[in-house]
């Protein structure tokens, strides 16, 4: 008696005395109990729960002490803000202050209810993060130090940097990306705008920062840096991957009167354009700023153009590879040289090892540009290649495989370690139908051949202590074009051989038109039968047709054989 008489004395001096802000955690009783809840405003709040679900989240650890009417509570579990369950709270039933949490920790909260409760109230769906539409453009809130505003923001398809996820307001996830641009913006009026959608409230933080840093750019080049002209916009759009354009520097006017004028300008090489019209490049410097640079020696390019007068190349420029950045049109003075093709595959391949150019989504716009070299990794029909040789048209594969004990040359690749396969042999495939997936380095490549060359030396030398000094067996069958074998069970067309692989197709299912595989040669296990020097001369016709180099030169070895074959006796086909 005496207890609920204090909980009633409490109660109501609290109701009285206290004013709440948004993220504090108290005390209501609700469904005829005592429990904790997340005040958000105008008495609604979510219940605090000891269960962990998506979309839940936490706001107490486990032996985390509050006080909670006076008395030393204790959670024996993380407590999460059950974000799902918007209810509001009578002022009567509101039972004490626990405790606080910060503005931004309150904003997910916020966030992520009105994301799950979308009945919620009118006021609940503007919150930081919220996505309206007005007038057919979107804009983003955000709450800074000039208080609400709506920030002008577009939609990518694309990953990119500074896009953010975001929800539809039915609580599905887009594929798309949100882009705050860099435009000025505007306050959010009293009358309320329809709501497309949310962010994640985990990006919230990374998404007023990048909000905050475009505001401090829209100000920062009032001064020294000119404004943009036609000229500027000409040069940006005519911008190519490779360019090196002397520029100023991107940084505010305060940090540019520090570094001093003779620090404003500098060389930036060109990586690629943006959909937003800026420029990503990288920036130069006469020393190395970072372990990942691409050197441009005044041997390679003596000649380099400024204020429209070729001058001769004195130093090494380094261009650091680490750290890309934007650049405006209006940053471009003019453009000093451009990179050999063979120096851009360097930048590119430079580029796929760094973690920026996986988390601006850029990897495969990358790996679409790289030419395939030797001592490459490649994938291949979804199997890991080495290449040893690199010809116009073809490479010269070595297959790879996962390493058994310690102690050999594993390289780390596609999240697994790999070897060469000292029981395989190599074969060529056409580079059009390889995948770029990392490059080793001298040492690795170096390491790799001779670990090929000390496992075939140690074989030899098991070879000839078991009296193995005859050579292995060779195949030796001799098959025509268009014979059909039974291997394991299955039914293959032999078309012809090439670097002693044989180049079949399977069991027929359409005629014999399936696609060509290559195989190493097999024991026939039935007598061999033959299709029609017809059937066999059309599939032969339809590879030197098919524009792919390795199948041209195989259809040209089959018409070859073919016509070997019908100068001799007639045979029996089926």
């Known amino acids: 008696m005496l207890k609920q008489l204090k909980y009633r004395l409490i109660r109501s001096f609290f109701a009285a005395n206290h004013s709440l802000i948004p993220g ?19 008495f609604w709040c979510v219940p605090l729960t000891s269960r962990k679900k998506d979309g839940y989240i936490q706001v107490l650890h486990e032996d985390q002490p509050v006080s909670v009417l006076g008395d030393r509570y204790v959670p024996d579990s993380p407590l999460f803000a059950d974000c799902s369950s918007l209810f509001r709270v009578k002022k009567r039933n509101l039972s004490g202050f626990v405790k606080g949490m910060s503005d931004r920790f309150a904003a997910r909260i916020m966030l992520q209810t009105a994301i799950l409760c979308p009945e919620g109230p009118d006021w609940l769906k503007l919150q930081p993060g919220s996505l309206v539409e007005s007038d057919g453009s979107l804009y983003l809130i955000m709450d800074d130090e000039n208080g609400r505003q709506m920030v002008p923001c577009s939609v990518s398809e694309h990953k990119v940097q500074g896009g953010f996820s975001w929800y539809k307001t039915d609580g599905t996830r887009q594929d798309s990306v949100i882009v705050p641009e860099g435009g000025t913006p505007v306050a959010v009026p009293e009358l309320s705008y329809p709501v497309a959608g949310y962010l994640l409230p985990d990006d919230l933080p990374a998404a007023r920062n990048t909000v905050r840093a475009a ?3 829209r100000t920062r080049f009032s001064q020294l840096i000119p404004p943009e ?10 911008a190519i991957p490779g ?7 991107p940084l505010g006017d305060r940090a540019l009167l520090e570094a ?7 060389p930036y090489l060109i990586f690629r354009q943006m959909e937003n019209g800026t420029l990503l490049p990288f920036p130069g410097a006469h020393k190395p700023k970072s372990g990942s640079c691409f050197a441009a020696l005044p041997e390679q390019y003596p000649w380099y153009s400024l204020d429209h007068i070729q001058r001769p190349t004195v130093h090494i420029t380094y261009f650091d590879i680490s750290s890309p950045m934007y650049l405006e049109p209006r940053n471009l003075i003019e453009r000093c040289f451009s990179l050999r093709t063979e120096h851009l595959q360097i930048v590119y391949r430079k580029a796929m090892n760094r973690t920026w150019c996986e988390k601006t989504g850029l990897s495969d716009w990358v790996r679409d540009r790289l030419v395939i070299e030797t001592d490459d990794s490649v994938r291949y029909l979804e199997e890991l290649f080495w290449v040893r040789k690199r010809e116009k048209t073809t490479a010269t594969l070595h297959p790879t495989t996962i390493p058994e004990g310690h102690g050999q040359p594993a390289l780390f690749c596609q999240g697994k370690n790999v070897i060469p396969d000292t029981n395989a042999s ?19 490549a170096l390491n790799w051949s001779e670990y090929l060359k000390l496992e075939r030396e140690k074989k ?5 202590k078991s009296g193995g000094n005859t050579k292995k067996a060779r195949w030796k069958l001799e098959l025509a074009p268009g014979t059909i074998v039974s291997s394991k069970g299955e039914a293959l067309l032999y078309l012809g051989s090439r670097n002693s692989r044989w180049h079949c197709i399977r069991e027929a299912e359409q005629g014999w038109r399936g696609k060509s595989i290559q195989l190493d040669p097999v024991p026939v296990e039935s007598e061999p039968q033959l299709v029609s020097f017809d059937l066999i ?8 047709r098919s524009g792919k180099p390795e199948w041209q030169s195989l259809g040209d070895i089959i018409m070859e054989d073919l016509r070997l074959e019908q100068g001799e006796e007639e045979q029996c086909w089926i």
Request: aromatic content about 10%; glycine content about 4%; hydrophobic content about 40%.
């Open 460 to 464: 030899r030398k098991e070879d000839r």
């Open 260 to 266: 001093g004028e003779g620090h404003w300008k500098r």
């Open 537 to 544: 001369e059309s599939i032969a016709d339809d590879m030197r």
């Open 215 to 217: 505001a401090e750019n």
């Open 243 to 249: 360019d090196v354009f002397y520029s100023w520097m």
């Open 24 to 42: 504090d955690i108290i005390a209501v009783f609700h469904e005829h109990r005592l429990r904790l809840a997340v005040w958000l405003k105008d």
């Open 229 to 238: 002209t036609l000229q500027h916009r000409k040069m940006a759009d005519s």
């Open 426 to 444: 190599c074969f060529d495939a056409c580079i059009g139908e390889l995948d770029w997936m990392q490059t080793l380095n001298p040492a690795e």
